[in-house]
């Protein structure tokens, strides 16, 4: 697999482990990294630092049901430095089982890579909310 699809899968895993409400899984991808949200003015830092917003997240979902769609992934590698970095947008779907769908947030994911000891890695996601994102406010 190429740099690029590695990370490409990277960035779609935080997604997919979103919808799956793996708490854990996603906390786990930002161990050594920065994660900051343009909504909120947040700059986290480590798992242990991210872990609440996902909690808060998570909670905050009750029994709706999100789907996380990626758009437009771009990615850029520097094989140089083994570095890379990635844009894309999100949309965030949701509705309770048998129910309308509706279209909750949305927005755009700028992110850093490192490839340490052959794997690439989360440096940094910076989380920007779209103005005209829905009801829910919460970051995604």
Avoid at 11 to 24: I, M, T
Wanted: charged letters at 20%.
């Amino acid at each position: 697999m190429s740099d690029t699809d590695e990370i490409t899968a990277l960035v779609r895993s935080s997604a997919r482990l979103l919808d799956a409400g793996d708490v854990d899984a996603v906390v786990s991808l930002f161990e050594h990294s920065t994660w900051r949200s343009l909504p909120n003015g947040s700059r986290l830092r480590g798992g242990a630092e991210v872990r609440p917003v996902y909690e808060q997240l998570m909670a905050g979902e009750g029994n709706l049901h999100t789907k996380h769609h990626l758009t437009n992934i771009t990615v850029h590698v520097d094989p140089d430095t083994a570095t890379a970095t990635s844009h894309c947008y999100w949309t965030v779907l949701r509705g309770a089982p048998g129910e309308h769908i509706e279209v909750a947030v949305s927005g755009q994911y700028t992110d850093t890579f490192e490839k340490v000891d052959g794997t690439w890695h989360f440096t940094d996601r910076l989380i920007t909310v779209d103005p005209t994102g829905g009801p829910s406010s919460a970051v995604r």
